[in-house]
């Protein structure tokens, strides 16, 4: 886990979530942990974003589940397609 940042630095959504690395290097799980963790943080007060930057690096996590998504369709279909 990633150690805590500064409360009285403003985060950078996406550069938290892939610090040096390309968003395609970035496991699917891992931004959506990463993602739940900081925006959790933010709305109890504990982290602070940029703004109005933030919305920009909702990309990174609309992406992540829109692929999570897919997978789970997929293993449904492989599922349906055993037990149909």
């Given at each position: ?12 959504f ?50 992540a ?20």
């Amino acid at each position: 886990m990633p150690e805590r940042p500064d409360p009285e630095r403003e985060l950078n959504f996406a550069r938290e979530i892939i610090g040096q690395r390309g968003f395609r290097d970035v496991p699917t799980d891992e931004v959506l942990q990463e993602a739940e963790r900081l925006l959790n943080g933010w709305m109890a007060g504990e982290y602070r974003m940029e703004r109005p930057k933030l919305y920009d690096h909702y990309a990174l996590l609309l992406l992540a589940l829109l692929q999570k998504n897919r997978d789970l369709e997929g293993r449904i279909a492989a599922l349906e397609g055993r037990n149909g």
